[in-house]
């Protein structure tokens, strides 16, 4: 079993008004096989939970930690982050033109693993993970995300996720803008890659209809950058008949 940990963690960024904190103590324990799920408001701080475990340079560590294992996650460069096990799919996945999808994939697959998979079942469990996902052929071909939906935008995320099987893989909003069988389609990608790689799982929702088919085995309320409650799913059953009103105007 692997543990990500985050510890006390206080996140800032560098504003034209001066630096602005966004986490303000945010601890967290997942374990691998295990499905967490964030949820709150606009603003509250989900995102920057996930770019900051991710590495994006915007976001100041200003105290706390985070480790995998005992190991100081942000003393590790982004790459490094990866080859330790942990993935990041983008809320606004982006654009790489002139880099097919064939060779990023490939390319990527051999930086986390050190070396390059045999070109005969490489191709074969990319053509298999398309097919599940429901990625059409001629994909592998296109550059990176250029010219895709943001649904099919998405469904490339998880492709990558089922391709370069993670130890924790951090999912931030993975169901913005998706339509009923795009969600489908990619929640059950996500539960595949659980159960083939006892992956641990971080997914950051405002809303319960993704968690209808990722199951959580924990719910994290963010509210101004803090987690205000937590408890087990039906958590998540109460935010839906209820909201995140009552968070607010006790904060307000």
Known sequence: MS????KDLHVSIDTEQGEKEILKGVSLV??????HAIMGPNG?????????IAGHPRYNVTSGSITLDGEDVLEMSVDERAKAGLFLAMQYPVE??????????????????????????????????????????????????????GG?????????LELFKPTFAVLDETD??????????????VNRAQDENEMGVLLITHYTRILRYIKPDHVHVF?????????GPELADRLEDEGYDRYLNVTA
């Open 3 to 6: 543990t990500l940990e985050i």
């Open 30 to 35: 997942i374990n691998t096989n295990e499905t």
């Open 44 to 52: 509250s701080g989900k995102s920057t939970l996930a770019s900051t």
């Open 96 to 149: 790489v033109p002139g880099v097919s999808m064939t060779n990023f994939l490939r390319t990527a697959k051999t930086a986390i693993d050190g070396e390059a998979p045999k070109l005969r079942t490489w191709t074969k469990d990319v053509k298999a993970a398309m097919e599940q996902l429901k990625i059409d052929a001629d994909f592998a071909q296109r550059n990176v995300n250029e010219g895709f939906s």
């Open 152 to 160: 099919e935008k998405k469904r490339v995320e998880i492709l990558q």
């Open 176 to 189: 913005s803008g998706l339509d009923v069988d795009a969600l489908k389609v990619v929640s059950e990608g």
């Open 223 to 231: 509210v101004d950058g803090k987690i205000a409650e937590q408890g």
